[in-house]
C-alpha cells in the first residue's frame, strides 16, 4: 500500500465512523445508581442460563395500579448464561423519548440499554433486538415481566 492509499482507506474509515455515529439511535437509558435498593421480583430459570428481574419497590407498588409505569422507571434484567452474571439489561422510560426512536423502533417512551457486569455500557448483537422484541408487548406497557411485578409480594 502507497501511502497516499493508506491517507485515503483512513479517511474513509473516518467518514464511515461519523457516518456511523450521526446515525447511531439515541440512547438515554442509564444504569441506576440506586440498584442496592432495587428488589428481585422475578427469576426465570431455563437450566444453565438464568434471567432476574428487578425494580424499585415504588415502581412494584405502583404496578399494582394497573397503569403504565410513570416517566423516571427503571428496570434491570440481570443475565446468567453458563451458570454465570454476564450481562444487565436496562429499561428506562423518559419524557417524550419515544420521539427520539425511529417509529419502527419505538416502544413508548422507554429507551434499552445493554451493561456489562461493572455496569458499563457493552453492546452485543443482540442490544438491536431489544426493541424490537418488546414492541410485541405494547399492551403490558412494553413489558414481559408485568404480571410478574404486579403478583409480587415483598
Ligand atoms: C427475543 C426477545 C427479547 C429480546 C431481543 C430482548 N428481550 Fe428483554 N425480555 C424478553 C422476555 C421474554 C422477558 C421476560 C423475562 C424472560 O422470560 O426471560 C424480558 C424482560 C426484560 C426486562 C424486565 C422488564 C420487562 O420488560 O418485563 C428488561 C429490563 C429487558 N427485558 C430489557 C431488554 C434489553 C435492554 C434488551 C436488549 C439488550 C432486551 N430486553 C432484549 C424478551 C426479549
Redesign the pocket.
Known sequence: MTSKSRISAMTVACMLSLAATTHAEPNRASFPNDFDKFVLYAT?DRGSSR?E?FALPETIELSKSGQPLPVGTR???GIWSNYKLTDY???EKGIDWGLEVAEEKRTGDWH???FDTAFQIRRTA??N??ES??QGQASSD?????DRMETYLP
Request: hydrophobic letters at 55%; aromatic letters at 22%.
Open positions: 426465570y434471567e428481574a428496570l434491570v434484567l439489561f436496562v429499561m434499552f440499554q445493554q443482540i442490544a433486538r431489544c422484541c418488546h412494553f413489558m414481559f415481566t408485568r
